[in-house]
């Protein structure tokens, strides 16, 4: 039987049961501490606007900003 499952250990206890298990043949650990991957704000938004349109928000942006230092 091959079924592979990815849980998230909520609490310590339960990790000393996993080991448990692994020893009795029952289940087989993989990978521990396994971080998510955090992808960064820069690539994971690259590309989604053209040049033209980057220089026209920034261009808005600024505009925005002098307005709201006037009041």
Do not use: C, F
Not at 36 to 62: C, R, V
């Amino acid at each position: 039987m091959d079924n592979t499952m990815l849980i998230q250990v909520t609490n310590q206890k339960a990790v000393g049961l996993l080991h448990e298990l692994e020893e009795l043949h029952l289940i087989k650990v993989l990978k521990e501490n396994i971080a998510p991957a955090k992808t960064k704000l820069s690539d994971k938004y690259k590309g989604i606007l053209s040049k033209e349109q980057g220089q026209n928000l920034n261009e808005h942006i600024k505009q925005m900003r002098s307005e709201w230092n006037s009041i």
